[in-house]
T-cell receptor, first 112, second 113 residues
């Protein structure tokens, strides 16, 4: 059974710092991996989707990398801003192509 | 833009009541999903559907049922609500194209008293 882990559970950084969020998964036979953002009490917003054949995917200040063989993905956020404060979730899509397995998230706070 | 809407943002029900949570998507997606989210447990899949009138159990289907009579609408039913079903409920949809990327609704915070 696929298990997804995100460490740390919480992170606080000053504005302007570059930061990396980590995601690891136990079964490397994935179809793709998706990073989401969730604001308190709200739904999830898709940030990036990275295919199993890709190494990286970029959108603005965000860059996601994938090392399928080692079961790891990272989300890099450049020049962090207070508006980046949210919970970031990664989810992997495995054998049944449409289903996702989620990590429990990293709660990010960017301080002024 | 894909839009997934849920019928209520907040809902308070009594133990034993029958509860309906509605989800509608406007992107002609084949797949629809119901999750619940609890602190420390993350998102857990309750049921999903890959076509009209088709449904599959997720990881925690006990105490829930679903209905998909039209492609755009997926309903979650709590036959007899219990306090342990107090949670945030999230609906999502995805298409066979776009690499099955899932799009989420805003969530329904259900409290069962």
């Amino acid at each position: 059974k696929q298990e997804v882990t995100q460490i740390p559970a919480a992170l606080s950084v000053p504005e302007g710092e570059n930061l990396v969020l980590n995601c690891s998964f136990t079964d490397s036979a994935i179809y793709n991996l998706q990073w989401f953002r969730q604001d308190p009490g709200k739904g999830l917003t898709s940030l990036l989707l990275i295919q199993s054949s890709q190494r990286e995917q970029t959108s603005g200040r965000l860059n996601a990398s994938l090392d399928k063989s080692s079961g790891r993905s990272t989300l890099y956020i450049a020049a962090s801003q207070p508006g980046d404060s949210a919970t970031y979730l990664c989810a992997v899509r495995g054998g049944t192509a449409s289903k996702l397995t989620f990590g429990t998230g990293t709660r990010l706070q960017v301080t002024l | 833009d894909v839009k997934v809407t849920q019928s209520s943002r907040y809902l308070v029900k009594r133990t034993g009541e029958k509860v309906f949570l509605e989800c509608v998507q406007d992107m002609d997606h084949e797949n629809m999903f119901w999750y619940r989210q609890d602190p420390g447990l993350g998102l857990r899949l309750i049921y999903f559907s890959y076509d009209v009138k088709m449904k599959e159990k997720g990881d925690i289907p006990e105490g829930y049922s679903v209905s998909r009579e039209k492609k755009e609408r997926f309903s979650l039913i709590l036959e007899s609500a219990s306090t342990n079903q107090t949670s945030m409920y999230l609906c999502a949809s995805s298409g066979w194209t776009q690499s099955y990327e899932q799009y989420f609704g805003p969530g329904t915070r259900l409290t069962v008293t």
